[in-house]
């Protein structure tokens, strides 16, 4: 499809496994997003990349917490020694540019439940 | 400190019923972006609209208008003669030039019934 593809939609892992969540940004769009929504929240921003590097990771909230995007397109998020805190659903947004250019477009989120 | 409050936490409306969404921001800067975004159940935030700073006009799109008012630092959102399909979580966010993250309220669940 044309919009922003999150895989997998669903992820139940335990206390302490490694997690990969993908993201599939619109093509062309340069512009790509983290963010996580915990339940009854807004969504809280993770990192930032600007084609392959990451301009802005200031929102990761701990080592644990890893973003690449190495060809500029496709950008895994990569959480370690996973805890129940980590539990939330993962949005991914990729835009032309900045942010406050122009809007962003989500995909759905990949649900996250560490047990 | 960039913060925006949402302090509708769920409103409930019978459809064609209006609903004034309330988003009232803090910033210190005086360039700043304006966003508002929809979240149905599929879970995908939708943008509806943006609007910077200096851009203080009210805008009308289909049955939808926000109503912008620095002075009261405040970015409302009104849906006229609601209709089921309205039904989601609004979210309201604020950005800054030049700055790459949105930081969203922590949003209004809206419920319209048939």
């Known amino acids: 499809g044309a919009g922003v593809s999150q895989t997998p939609s669903n992820k139940v892992t335990e206390k302490g496994k490694y997690v990969e969540l993908r993201c599939d940004p619109i093509s062309g769009h340069t512009a790509l997003y983290w963010y996580r929504q915990s339940l009854g929240q807004g969504p809280e921003f993770l990192i930032y990349f600007q084609g392959t590097g990451a301009a802005d990771d200031s929102g990761l909230p701990n080592d644990r917490f890893f973003a690449v995007r190495p060809e500029g397109s496709v950008s895994t998020l990569k959480i370690q020694r996973t805890e129940r805190g980590d539990s939330a659903v993962y949005l991914c947004?990729?835009?032309?540019?900045?942010?406050?250019?122009?809007?962003?477009?989500f995909g759905e989120g990949s649900r996250l439940t560490v047990l | 400190a960039q913060k925006v409050t949402q302090a509708q936490t769920e409103i409930s409306v019978v459809e064609k019923e209006d609903v004034t969404l309330d988003c009232v921001y803090e910033t210190r800067d005086t360039t700043y972006y304006l966003f508002w975004y929809k979240q149905p159940p599929s879970g995908e935030l939708v943008f509806l609209i943006r609007r910077n700073s200096f851009d203080e006009q009210n805008e009308i799109s289909g049955r939808y208008s926000w109503n912008f008012q620095k002075s009261t630092s405040s970015f409302n959102f009104t849906i006229t003669a609601s209709q089921v399909v309205d039904s989601a979580v609004y979210f309201c966010a604020l950005s800054f030039s030049g700055y790459s993250t949105l930081t969203f309220g922590k949003g209004t669940m809206l419920l319209v019934s048939p």
């Open positions: 947004a990729s835009s032309f540019s900045g942010p406050n250019t122009g809007e962003l477009f």
